[in-house]
């Protein structure tokens, strides 16, 4: 059998492709998907526009008529590598099972600016990615919430959607002159001010409001956040980090560093994006039943 941990259910690709290939496989799925904070999903043909839950609840109907893949909602605990090369998973609820491979869809976790009203609008006018969201709020009047190396990398990249651009820092920016020659030659505005709260209605965005008693009157803000490994499974298993830390490492099949754990989506891909997502699960299915074939295992 093969437990699939706690997938981000737009990966259930990775189970159908098992599936097809008529292989048992168990989909493990904590039902707290990366991007349950966003009304709607982009960048994704075929698909544009729609809910991510109503892609996850066709996701699982489409997968479940494939006779050897069993869904179970549940959350992954624990996991660990046995002495014989086989695995041993823990569960919250339904205890423990065995597998001969793992394969981690369990994402990243993003540390929420723990401002008033910052999460509330997660996802819904505060937006990490221009790419999946910056077509529907092209020329507002945009934020940034950024500073150092990332601040360059925006003040480059978001003109392309809107010339009425702003960079909050948060407090003294760490980055050079160098670049705050950039932002006045571009005519990007730069505001150090820290951020006390974002004023908004149902997760709408309406202003920052800043420590020096200022409100910015705002529609948008992207924010570029923290990341974290979502699950403790792959420091459990001994996976590798990839040098762009979180990320776990990963080879062109998305095998990790532990024999029999491979990996898919946001966990191991740098694009944070459901196609990418999709295809990196379909094809580490694809890579654990060739596995299997070429290896003569039942």
């Given amino acids: 059998m093969f437990d699939f941990d706690e997938p981000i259910d737009r990966r259930l690709a990775q189970s159908a492709s098992l599936g097809r290939a008529r292989r048992p496989v168990l989909v493990i799925d904590g ?4 991007n349950r ?5 982009h960048n994704l043909l075929l698909h544009d526009g729609a809910a991510p839950a109503d892609l996850a609840a066709r996701a699982r109907q489409q997968v479940a008529h494939y006779s050897t893949v069993q869904l179970l909602a549940d959350q992954a605990m624990s996991a660990e590598r046995l002495p014989d090369g086989t695995f041993r998973l823990e569960t919250a609820q339904h205890g423990a099972f065995a597998a ?3 394969l981690l869809a369990t994402g990243l976790r993003d540390e929420l600016h723990a401002v008033p009203g910052f999460a509330e609008c997660w996802g819904k006018s505060v937006i990490h990615c221009p790419y999946c969201h910056g077509y529907e709020v092209a020329d507002q009047p945009t934020g940034a919430w950024v500073n150092g190396d990332d601040a360059q990398h925006l003040a480059t990249l978001l003109p392309n959607w809107t010339r009425d651009l702003t960079i909050f820092t948060n407090g003294p920016a760490t980055f050079g ?3 705050r020659q950039q932002l006045t030659d571009q005519n990007i505005a730069l505001d150090e001010t820290p951020i006390v709260a ?8 309406q202003a920052l409001l800043l420590a020096d008693g200022r409100r910015h009157a705002l529609p948008v803000l992207y924010a570029r956040l923290p990341l974290h490994q979502a699950s403790e499974l792959p420091a459990q298993l001994g996976c590798a980090l990839a040098q762009q830390a979180p990320l776990l490492q990963v080879d062109a099949m998305y095998r990790t560093s532990v024999p029999g754990v491979y990996a898919a989506g946001d966990n191991c891909v740098p694009v944070s994006q459901l196609a990418q997502a999709i295809a990196a699960g379909n094809m580490a299915g694809a890579a654990i039943s060739r ?3 070429f290896t003569n295992v039942g």
Avoid: K, S
């Avoid at 039902?31 to 990366?34: A, C, H, I, K, N």
């Avoid at 904070?37 to 999903?41: Q, R, V």
């Fill in 31 to 34: 039902g707290l998907p990366r």
């Fill in 291 to 293: 596995e299997l074939i």
């Fill in 37 to 41: 904070f966003t009304p709607h999903a």
């Fill in 100 to 102: 001969r491979y793992l």
């Fill in 198 to 205: 974002l004023e908004h209605e149902h997760g709408q965005l």
């Fill in 177 to 179: 002159d160098e670049l």
